[in-house]
């Protein structure tokens, strides 16, 4: 599903709170400011915060890269196993008419 947002409007709304933080009493109240001038979700933005503090090392979790990678591998890993069962298929067949006894 593609994201409502392009890469460029999630940096932006991640640096603004993190830049206008310390004018609000918490994290939460600039993460609501932002989110309501930018017009999205404030529990988009605050998984986004989130998700950049993994990026940068400062929280522990799967980075953007790695999930990405792994969303590539399983996608590979099913196309072969879809490729192993079409060879399955087509090996008992063959086999089935080669077989020089009619059954």
């Not at 939460?28 to 988009?44: D, F, P, Q, Y």
């Not at 989130?50 to 990405?68: H, I, K, L, N």
């Not at 996608?75 to 089935?96: G, Y």
């Amino acid at each position: 599903m593609p994201s409502k947002y392009d890469q460029q409007i999630r940096e932006k709304a991640v640096r603004l709170v993190r830049d206008h933080a310390e004018d609000y009493p918490t994290e939460w109240a600039a993460i609501k400011a932002v989110s309501g001038r930018l017009g999205m979700n404030a529990e988009t933005l605050r998984k986004w915060l989130r998700q950049a503090e993994v990026d940068a090392g400062q929280r522990p979790g799967v980075t953007s890269g790695e999930s990405a990678e792994i969303r590539a591998l399983k996608r590979k890993n099913a196309e072969l196993e879809r490729t192993i069962e079409i060879l399955k298929a087509a090996t008992a067949f063959f086999t089935r008419e080669s077989d020089p006894l009619p059954r």
